[in-house]
């Protein structure tokens, strides 16, 4: 089974135990002088003991200001050296070999990340992401630049890591030198094709130089940028030969710069699986050396077939590995089912880099906390009453039920899930049903009970006599008080989504949310004409950028009406009566989707405080939540029973 995946394989003389990488990803665990802390070790531990073949590390910095983000390490000096020294021992205490990846971020960054000064770049062009006007670089500190990689890689290797991976993808310093698309020189540097990547050329002659022949040097390129005037697959085939005859010892194929939001570097649930794949596998046509794929591959069968089909020697999970730092271990098992998957989201990884904050994972709250994680068994059970199994319950029962806890789960409904259940219902959000699933499997081994179709009533709490009770009752749906809100065809949007109403074929979604948003889109799937309408300036407010493009792409192409700033004032038999901006006009309807959002369902909380003196209300319960919050509110709770 997986034989291909779990064949070893060489770059330069390192022999990695399998094809399963961790690709790099900023963690934002370091301290700000780029030093290691003992969180960053043991977040790395896990994965090296869940048997990744090789682990590369988030980009470090080349020197104080080459930083994308405040909290990544930096080997610009030799003091850091100690620190991953600790690092790489600690890997090496497992079978998996670990590579540094070295960076500069270029224009990719901002003054209040990189210690306050203006960022660098080939030419003076913001990106448009981060915004800051960068400063063309000279030649001479081109040339500091290019003696900072070799002196990094340098050090690198005194740390004890098996190879270096130089960074000159997603649209960073090397990209951009590399790259049309931001370098306008016109001297050496560039303008031809040459002078363009004279830069790269001269960094692995420098590292060459100072770690010699033998040290692994792969390097990492975005196969194609994906924005007006980037590079396509063309260069980047020419580009890949002349790679392998720079020396380097690998290519890692990934793509996208900062500012393409549509299939860029981290693809989203919007975007098919693997769908770089075949960059990597025109790539591996044109050289000898080996070449690593990645971008939404989460299954092991699918990367052996990847492998076996040898579109790449090997493949890499970046969020797969935050997901599930045992997912290697897991599939060499066998035990596919146990394995917990990347559902696509970035809420838990991207999306808090972007607030400036450090990773963590939805499906995985341990990611971030694994060095203050301890699953020692109590010493008193506790008999636990988890109220409510959406996410945060079933992950408070299943972290409880981990330490020794006897759990029971009591749900309403006649499934598990909550508000996840029906969020997998909408276009392209069927992977959030594998966390349903994968849960529902580990509290099967965990022998915790659950009770669906029960009501938890004051008596029920007074006869099971809990030693501790999680109230994990989630939001219930807002119903505002407008005229004509009872009538037959009003229907709330979780109702829909589940296939518990039918909905006829003119349909109004009142609330431009993110369920609001996604409900129209699954009902525009379905050939219906919906509109939306929306209170506020905007629809899909508290979305993150990329998916607000990905929803509001589907929503226009299947023609759903978006009608914002109005407000919905009377439900009548045949439509919705609307006011925007003093004017009041009829949408007609003979559907009408309540998707006003939620609020906290907090009707047990007295009763439960009444009769059980340890009571931890978590998620929905306490305020409007989202899935990351309850679930990490639930894994807390768990800890803390
Ligand atoms: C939180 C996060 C941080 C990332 N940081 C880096 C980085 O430091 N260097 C890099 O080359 N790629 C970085 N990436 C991109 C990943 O290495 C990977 O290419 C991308 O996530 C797609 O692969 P996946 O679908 O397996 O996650 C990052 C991705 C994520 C999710
Ligand atoms: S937060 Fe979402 S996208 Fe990021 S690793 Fe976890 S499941 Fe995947």
């Not at 790395?44 to 909290?71: R, S």
């Not at 994906?226 to 580009?239: D, I, N, Q």
């Not at 770089?276 to 025109?282: I, L, N, R, W």
Request: glycine fraction near 10%.
């Amino acid at each position: 089974m997986l034989k291909a995946l779990f064949t070893p394989q060489k770059i330069n003389n390192c022999v990695i135990p399998n094809r399963l990488v961790v690709t790099a990803m900023v963690t934002n665990f370091c301290n700000e002088d780029g030093t290691l802390t003992d969180r960053f070790i043991k977040y790395h531990e896990e994965k090296a003991k869940g048997g990744w073949g090789l682990i590369i590390t988030e980009d470090y910095a080349v020197n104080p200001n080459a930083k994308g983000y405040q909290f990544i390490a930096g080997l610009y000096n030799d003091e850091q050296i100690e620190g991953n020294r600790r690092l790489t021992n600690t890997i090496h205490k497992y079978d998996s070999k670990i590579f540094c990846q070295i960076y500069h971020p270029g224009r990719q960054t901002s003054h209040f990340v990189n210690g306050g000064v203006q960022p660098v770049a080939p030419s003076a062009i913001p990106c448009p992401w981060c915004r800051d006007l960068p400063r063309e670089l000279t030649v001479d500190e081109i040339h500091e630049i290019v003696g900072q990689f070799g002196d990094t890689a340098l050090r690198a290797k005194k740390a004890g890591f098996d190879g270096v991976e130089v960074h000159a993808a997603h649209g960073y310093l090397l990209a951009e030198f590399l790259s049309p698309y931001a370098n306008k020189r016109t001297d050496e540097y560039g303008g031809c094709f040459e002078n363009r990547i004279r830069i790269l050329k001269e960094v692995i002659a420098d590292i060459r130089s100072k770690v010699g022949n033998d040290f692994p040097v792969i390097v990492r390129i975005s196969g194609e940028e994906r924005v007006e005037g980037g590079r396509t697959m063309a260069e980047t085939l020419v580009l890949a030969r002349e790679i392998e005859s720079m020396s380097f010892d690998g290519i890692h194929v990934s793509s996208g710069v900062y500012g393409n939001y549509n299939k860029g570097i981290v693809s989203t649930m919007y975007q098919e699986h693997a769908w770089t794949t075949d960059f990597a596998a025109e790539v591996k046509r044109v050289v000898s050396i080996p070449v690593i794929t990645v971008n939404r591959i989460n299954e092991p069968k699918m990367a052996d077939t990847t492998i076996s089909m040898g579109k790449a020697d090997f493949v890499g999970m970046g969020r797969g590995s935050l997901a599930d730092p045992y997912l290697p271990m897991k599939a060499k098992m066998g035990d596919f089912e146990s394995i917990r998957y990347c559902i696509g989201c970035l809420q838990g990884c991207v999306m808090q880099l972007l607030k400036g904050r450090s990773i963590t994972c939805l499906v995985n709250p341990e990611i971030g906390h694994e060095y203050e994680t301890d699953y020692t068994k109590v010493e008193e059970p506790k008999n636990v009453m988890v109220i409510g199994a959406g996410p945060g319950g079933l992950e408070a029962a299943m972290i409880a039920a981990k330490r020794g806890h006897r759990v029971t789960v009591y749900e309403q409904r006649n499934d598990i899930g909550g508000q996840f259940k029906s969020a997998a219902y909408p276009p392209c959000k069927g992977e959030l049903s594998n966390f349903v699933s994968w849960i529902r499997n580990e509290l099967k081994k965990l022998n915790v009970e659950i009770k669906l179709n029960t009501t938890v009533t004051e008596e029920l709490i007074k006869e099971v006599n809990p030693d501790a009770i999680v109230l994990a009752t989630g939001g219930v749906p807002v119903k505002p008080n407008i005229k004509g809100i009872d009538k037959d065809h009003v229907v709330f949007a979780e109702d829909v989504l589940l296939g518990k109403v039918p909905t006829k074929d003119l349909i109004v979604v009142c609330g431009g949310g993110e369920v609001g948003g996604e409900t129209a889109a699954a009902l525009a799937l379905e050939e219906k004409k919906v509109s939306i309408v929306e209170m506020l300036p905007e629809i899909l407010k508290e979305l993150d950028p990329v998916q607000t493009i990905e929803l509001t792409n589907i929503l226009n192409k299947y023609g759903v009406k978006q009608y914002t700033n109005t407000k919905v004032v009377e439900i009548t038999d045949n439509g919705v009566v609307c006011e925007s901006k003093g004017n009041r006009f009829t949408l007609p309807a003979d559907t009408i989707v309540l998707a006003f959002g939620y609020k906290p369902n907090k009707t047990l909380e007295d009763k439960a405080r009444a009769y059980c003196r340890e009571v931890y209300t978590i998620g929905g319960a306490v305020k409007t939540s989202n899935a990351l919050d309850a679930i990490q509110d639930g894994f807390q709770v768990g800890l803390k029973l």
